[in-house]
């Protein structure tokens, strides 16, 4: 599964399985999530809901915290965390608090993270 959210005005992302491993991005209206709508931890929340081990989240550069949690539920249903290395990262606010979890499994630099999903997805 791959998904790539982003993002519109006052909208929330969510990822619903339609079966047979189809997914799909399903935006709504929702609240503020650490001062953010949409916010990666509602999308990464809701990946490990229906991804469960399968999941691999990725996070890459951007400011504060956003996605830090939502890591977290990924990691706890079993699933893998790459995050962007600080060398390649232009605000490494997002991935340094994710790797401040220490929940994260791979910290590459933005060139290596395709390879290093490829590689996760065939263990």
């Known amino acids: 599964m791959c998904c790539f959210c982003q993002a519109e005005d006052c909208i929330r992302s969510l990822v619903r399985s ?15 999530v650490n001062r953010h709508r ?6 990464f929340r809701s990946v490990a809901r229906f991804a469960g ?3 691999i989240g990725v996070i890459m550069t951007g400011m504060g915290r956003d996605g830090s949690e ?8 079993g699933g893998k965390i ?8 232009i605000v490494y606010g997002m991935p340094k608090a994710a ?9 590459v630099p933005l060139p ?3 390879k290093a999903i490829v590689k ?3 263990q």
């Open 112 to 114: 290596e993270i395709s």
């Open 18 to 32: 339609r079966g047979l491993g189809d997914v799909y991005k399903r935006q709504v209206q929702g609240p503020l």
């Open 38 to 43: 949409p916010s990666v931890d509602v999308l």
């Open 82 to 89: 790459i995050a962007e290395h600080q060398s390649t990262s």
């Open 70 to 77: 939502g890591l977290q539920a990924v990691k706890r249903c």
């Open 120 to 122: 996760m997805l065939l």
């Open 99 to 107: 790797f401040e979890t220490g929940q994260v499994d791979l910290v």
């Open 53 to 55: 081990q399968n999941a």
